[in-house]
């Protein structure tokens, strides 16, 4: 608690606007055990604020009720919408409650207490320096701390979560180091709610994906869970990817064609070579650093042209992807070798399979790395407007969102 009192005086909420009305929506599903606790923190943490806390609740037992026992004795006004139907799950109860919110400015949090309300403050106070739309609380950025995702594997499935959403949406999402966060403030008066078609957990993405946004971010420490149980499930996984697919496929699916064409290619030069004679490794170097050249130019053109102004120069943005092509290759090649030796399958076949696996890799690797916005420093920015050093990792991660989807893209 004293940690975020700490950083609270940090950031300047003494001088935040606390006249500012705001609504702390929250998203429930059979949380009735944590209401009260959550109200009690929210309303000592909002103290002096023109505040409200909405519950929508998509709950089987008797957490609306919860709510309504604990409204009548709470500090601030606290209110409790219950759906019959659960329609676009959580991220369907969040947009709810933006409709339904007295205040403009809302604040989304989870109701399992994960999600620490003592930091609704340190929220307010960094939208109230006026730029940004939207400012989320990350596990990921300096000071934050993930030990509430509690096993390697959820911190695993959560940052190949984060690799793959910001490969995919590296412009929208340049400033965000956790778009996968439930914790975040927004600015109601910068949403076409009308757009929003959401789909599971992923309520941030949905928003960042199809509104133009000014990101900040505050560290979080993902806590434990005090009551109930996790909704995260196998299930909620194949929500995200087919809601990641339908919000953004647009880029990957052309860096995916120009692939295939590559691949053909690859695999005809190969075709043509060992049926003249030429070693099948021979045969494999040659269409593999041909097709690795035309791929580039065919990138250039067709995928990644309205990123090439913010890039890198093209000199070292073709250095960088050559690069990174020819140490896959001198990887894939043996690996190819190893399946024509061992498992006695076709060349062509065994070419065939490692493209397959080494497109993901240079799709990536282009998103983040290749055609990466380069960071400019504007006049008058403050040290504080320079977005936090990272680790090697979390550049990497940075890196990986090329494009943003654009209204009727899909």
């Known amino acids: 608690m004293e940690r975020w009192r700490a950083h609270a005086l940090r950031v300047g909420i003494e001088g935040a606007d606390v006249g500012t009305p705001v609504t702390v929506i929250v998203p429930t599903f059979n949380e009735r055990d944590n209401v009260a606790e959550l109200v009690a923190r929210s309303a000592a943490a909002l103290a002096g604020y023109d505040a409200e806390i909405l519950f929508v609740d998509d709950s089987t037992d008797d957490t609306a009720s919860e709510v309504e026992r604990v409204a009548a004795d709470a500090a601030i006004p606290v209110r409790v919408i219950h759906r019959a139907e659960n329609t676009g799950g959580l991220g369907g109860a969040v947009v709810v409650g933006l409709e339904a919110a007295a205040a403009d400015i809302c604040i989304v949090m989870d109701g399992d207490l994960q999600h620490p309300p003592e930091l609704l403050p340190v929220l307010m106070a960094r939208h109230g320096e006026g ?18 995702l509690g096993t390697a594997v959820r911190f695993g499935v959560s940052r190949v979560a984060t690799w793959l959403t910001r490969a995919m949406f590296p412009i929208r999402l340049a400033r965000s180091t956790d778009p996968m966060t439930g914790f975040f403030l927004v600015d109601r008066r910068r949403l076409d709610l009308s757009v929003l ?5 992923k309520i941030l ?32 996984g194949a929500t995200f990817i087919a809601h990641l697919a339908r919000l953004r496929f647009g880029k990957m699916s052309l860096f ?7 691949a053909a290619a690859n695999l005809g030069i190969m075709w043509a070579l060992t049926a003249s004679g030429v070693p099948y490794i021979w045969a494999a170097v040659i269409g593999a650093e041909v097709t690795i050249i035309g791929n580039f130019l065919l990138q250039e053109r067709f995928v990644f042209a309205d990123m090439r102004t913010d890039a890198r120069a093209l000199g070292i943005r073709f250095a960088s992807s050559f690069a990174f092509n020819n140490v896959e290759a001198a ?15 076709s060349s062509v076949l065994a070419t065939g399979l490692s493209l397959i696996v080494a497109f993901f890799a240079r799709f990536l690797f282009h998103s983040l790395v290749v055609y990466a916005p380069q960071r400019r420093k504007r006049n008058g920015d403050s040290p504080a407007a320079e977005p936090p050093t990272d680790t090697a990792a979390q550049r990497v991660i940075r890196a990986i969102d090329v494009e943003v989807m654009k209204p009727g893209e899909l």
Request: glycine share 10%; net charge neutral; hydrophobic share 45%.
């Open 131 to 148: 730029d940004a739309d939207v400012v989320a609380a990350s596990r990921y950025v300096g000071g934050g701390d993930t030990s509430g």
């Open 205 to 236: 993405l949905e928003i960042l994906a199809r509104n133009d946004l000014r990101i900040a971010e505050v560290p979080m420490e993902f806590a434990e869970r005090r009551h109930g149980t996790s909704k995260a499930s196998l299930r909620q």
């Open 331 to 345: 990887l894939r090649i043996p690996v190819m070798a190893l399946m024509v030796e061992s498992w006695h399958i």
């Open 197 to 201: 078609k959401p789909q599971g957990f």
């Open 256 to 262: 995916a064609l120009i692939g295939a064409i590559g």
